[in-house]
């Protein structure tokens, strides 16, 4: 039961001059294409992109093809994000490991993504372990680097708190150096998605044809410009609702990280 | 007992020819100035550090490692407190998963009372005053049932009115746990006030070379206590030992 004063809330947590900037932006660009004033052959105006959505909608393909998307990204994501914790973790904590390792970091790290594309192709083929491989090698260093930084940052005297309470090596890990990092890794994480997001449209438009890149692609060959822009419109409302949930999933799971956040920087 | 550090390509002494006993049951302060490697002297007796000669017993058994049964209480309550923990779940984490959830909650409400910090449970460290996440961490020491609580200047960072009143909290909690407490100070009032033995600290490489037993009564009192001509001629005579040094 909503009551009316939520709603207000609700209502006052709109951008509302935010969002009058869109409706007018958009407005003109309607305007001018009904003027004539553009003149593209493929340019639609956004009410024919909006048909064209509804189009592919009823179709089925429109929400075939963000299934296909969103769980490629959340797999890839979710690889990544592990992988990166694990290791970041380890480096994080010992010079050692970080000694042998980090000049191979810094080697991959700057790699371009798509050039892990044709290689990913010869060994996978058009499919979904090439569209992962795309993802999870680029989204894995913002993780990686944000938690080992953050692990080496955090105080020793933490440390120190955990050996005179003969915590063993894997609990500190759990109860310390994970929490105490969490800020860090955070960061990390959301990059991560939104670089996922990226990666897997991309990974669909040359590599594996499914999904909404591949959805992009067809249509701009097909030269059904309305549908094309559909699918543009679709993977900009996936980013914002990927980013969405994860800040509310990550403020949802642990309000006491968020509360502690919200107090040191106040 | 003594330690080498390294320092610039060779190694410093830091302590050297130090040699006591803590008994059960007492109440040992060390007092000396800056520079004279008392916090060293703690992370030692603690196991964080090892020492480069001679060796630290506890209950017979070289110390190697953080032993069961002493823990540490460290100057920097900000940064030796879980801050994205409440005060309850910080009081539990020397315990968790080594005690019954049954017992758990007795021991750390019974730590809490004995700090005097309840009606806190809830709170997270940065929600509370320096006086209490003090007591926070020194409740979370409480609930492991210590044997030996080593404490490195504890109080330093606190005004005068909060340090006075958790110097009593401590000689009470002593008193009820019957616990022995070894207690780093640069404060040779608050080194007399509280030990029932003081030794003093000094030079570089620092080393002990007197002990007082301090043969005031019990229990001790903020005022009366510190007007008596006995706690005087202590705190004179702790001050001519360190060398005369203004506290």
Not at chain 1, 10 to 24: D, S
Not at chain 2, 30 to 35: D, E, K
Not at chain 2, 99 to 118: H, I, M, N, P
Request: glycine share 8%; with cysteine.
């Amino acid at each position: 039961m909503i009551s009316p004063h939520s709603w207000r809330r609700a209502l006052r947590r709109v951008n509302i001059a935010g969002l009058l900037t869109i409706i007018v932006c958009l407005g003109l660009w309607e305007l001018a294409i009904r003027a004539g004033i553009l003149r593209y052959q493929y340019l639609p105006a956004p009410s024919a992109i909006a048909a064209g959505a509804e189009e592919l909608a009823a179709r089925g393909e429109l929400s075939a093809a963000v299934l296909h998307t969103l769980e490629a990204v959340l797999l890839g994501w979710t690889i990544a994000t592990t992988l990166g914790v694990s290791f970041g973790l380890v480096l994080g904590s010992s010079q050692l490991a970080r000694r042998y390792s980090l000049s191979t970091i810094e080697v991959l790290r700057p790699m371009p993504a798509i050039a892990f594309i044709p290689v990913a192709l010869l060994l996978f083929g058009f499919s979904t372990a090439t569209e992962l491989t795309v993802i999870v090698l680029p989204a894995l260093w913002p993780v990686l680097v944000g938690t080992m930084q953050s692990v080496m940052n955090i105080h020793p005297r933490l440390r120190d708190v955990a050996r005179t309470f003969r915590l063993r090596r894997v609990p500190t890990m759990i109860k310390i150096l994970l929490p105490a990092a969490a800020p860090g890794i955070m960061v990390g994480a959301r990059i991560s998605l939104t670089l996922a997001l990226v990666l897997a449209v991309l990974a669909e438009m040359v590599g594996n044809p499914e999904g909404l890149g591949y959805g992009v692609v067809s249509e701009q060959q097909a030269l059904r410009p309305d549908l094309m822009f559909a699918y543009v419109v679709v993977i900009g409302f996936l980013g914002i609702a990927l980013n969405a949930l994860l800040v509310g999933a990550l403020t949802g799971l642990s309000p006491a990280t968020a509360a502690a956040l919200e107090g040191r920087s106040s | 007992m003594s330690l080498d550090l390294p320092h610039q390509g060779g190694t410093r002494k830091i302590l050297t020819d130090i040699s006591f006993e803590v008994h059960r049951g007492e109440f040992v302060t060390i007092v000396g100035p800056s520079g004279t490697g008392k916090t060293t002297l703690v992370r030692v007796l603690g196991g964080l550090t090892p020492c480069t000669s001679g060796s630290v017993r506890f209950n017979g058994r070289e110390v190697d490692a953080p032993p069961e049964g002493v823990v540490i209480v460290f100057q920097d309550y900000a940064h030796a407190l879980l801050q994205w923990r409440t005060v309850v779940r910080n009081v539990a984490f020397g315990i968790e998963g080594r005690v019954t959830a049954c017992e758990l909650r007795d021991r750390v409400s019974s730590a809490l009372r004995l700090v005097g910090l309840e009606g806190y449970d809830d709170d997270f460290p940065w929600q509370l005053s320096g006086g209490m996440q003090q007591r926070v961490q020194i409740a979370r020491a409480l609930a492991v049932r210590p044997a030996v609580l080593l404490m490195d200047e504890p109080f330093a960072a606190l005004d005068a009115m909060t340090k006075a009143s958790l110097q009593d909290e401590l000689l009470r909690v002593k008193h009820e746990t019957d616990c022995s407490i070894v207690f780093i100070t640069h404060d040779i009032e608050e080194a007399v006030y509280l030990g029932d033995r003081v030794a003093v600290i000094n030079g570089s490489p620092g080393t002990i070379r007197q002990t007082f037993d301090i043969t005031l009564g019990k229990p001790r009192d903020q005022i009366m206590t510190r007007q008596t001509a006995e706690f005087l001629k202590f705190r004179y005579a702790v001050h001519q030992a360190i060398g005369g040094v203004a506290s």
